[in-house]
């Protein structure tokens, strides 16, 4: 979307495969550059790239619980937390060089969504941006967290045969 505030591109469906590989990634970031010359007045205040991965495994709020949340709610609520948790949402925001990135977890008993945000301004085009922000990386720190998420899925669930560690 082109706005006189803002160019918004929306992102594509795709695998952890496609994404390891810069190609895609460098050839979406062409395509926003071009879309901003063409608008010759930006002035960009700041750039963004945002992953998107949803999981559907067996009981995942309880895998969850049983890696950390359940304590959180201990700590909250005492001895009274409750085993009945119909959904769970966490956010955090961290400097990490010179990008500010957001983390938002969410989950229910259908599935769980795990969104990152980078963000930066020190940059004089979006394809600088994407090459600094490294979405390569941010997937290998994001690959345990969701080789267990993709493990306890069932088999056949979307097409999903194998682990991320496949996908190379």
């Not at 706005?3 to 810069?22: C, D, F, M, R, Y």
């Not at 949803?54 to 009981?59: M, T, V």
């Not at 400097?95 to 940059?123: H, M, P």
Request: without cysteine; proline residues 2%.
């Amino acid at each position: 979307m082109l706005s006189l505030g803002a160019v918004i591109a929306a992102g594509w469906l795709t695998n952890s495969k496609e994404l390891s590989g810069q190609q895609k990634i460098k050839k979406f970031a062409d395509i926003i550059e071009l879309l901003v010359k063409s608008k010759g007045s930006f002035a960009a205040e700041y750039f963004s790239v945002r992953l998107f991965f949803r999981f559907r495994p067996e009981k995942g709020l309880n895998l969850l619980r049983n890696r950390g949340y359940e304590s959180t709610l201990r700590f909250i609520l005492g001895e009274e937390s409750s085993s009945d948790v119909q959904s769970f949402k966490f956010s955090t925001t961290r400097v990490k060089s010179t990008f500010l990135d957001s983390i938002e977890l969410e989950a229910s008993s259908k599935d769980v969504q795990l969104r990152y945000s980078r963000s930066g301004t020190d940059f004089d085009s979006y394809t600088e941006f994407v090459e600094a922000a490294n979405v390569t990386e941010l997937l290998e720190e994001l690959r345990p967290f969701a080789e267990i998420l993709v493990a306890a899925e069932p088999r056949g669930l979307l097409g999903r045969i194998g682990s991320l560690s496949e996908m190379k």
